[in-house]
């Protein structure tokens, strides 16, 4: 939006981002709550927390088996268009955080040891 109406000002914020193809200036955003928070942590919580089309359900087993398969396909990488892909509704930061926290049987879940650390610093 490069004008503000008396219209666009009354807009709640996902009318904003629907009617301008979600292009919103996140800085006006940060002066209008009274920058209490910057642009882009209001960018990053809305698009990743509160945006109301996001699918915040709980992961089914499907959709499980669906993501490793596309981590594997992208290596692990390119989480947005992984989340593209699987057509759910999530964000690909939510993905992310699925795989490696949940799925990924390559990380270590247990705590770090003496050598882990010794490894760290060497």
């Given at each position: 939006i490069r004008t503000w109406t008396d219209e666009t000002r009354a807009m709640t914020l996902p009318e904003l981002l629907a009617a301008n193809d979600m292009h919103?200036?996140?800085?006006?955003?940060?002066?209008?709550?009274?920058?209490?928070?910057?642009?882009?942590?209001?960018?990053?919580?809305?698009t990743h927390h509160v945006d109301p089309t996001l699918n915040k359900d709980k992961f089914t087993k499907q959709e499980?088996?669906?993501?490793?398969?596309?981590?594997?396909?992208?290596?692990?990488?390119?989480w947005e268009?992984?989340?593209?892909?699987a057509g759910?509704?999530?964000?690909?930061?939510?993905?992310?955080?699925?795989?490696?926290?949940?799925?990924?049987?390559?990380?270590?879940?247990?705590?770090?040891?003496k050598a882990d650390d010794e490894r760290l610093i060497a």
């Open positions: 919103v200036d996140w800085h006006r955003i940060s002066r209008k709550v009274g920058y209490k928070r910057s642009p882009k942590e209001l960018y990053a919580r809305f499980d088996l669906d993501l490793i398969a596309l981590a594997d396909e992208h290596r692990g990488t390119d268009t992984v989340a593209e892909k759910t509704g999530r964000t690909g930061y939510m993905m992310f955080c699925r795989y490696q926290q949940q799925l990924n049987t390559g990380l270590e879940t247990s705590g770090w040891t």
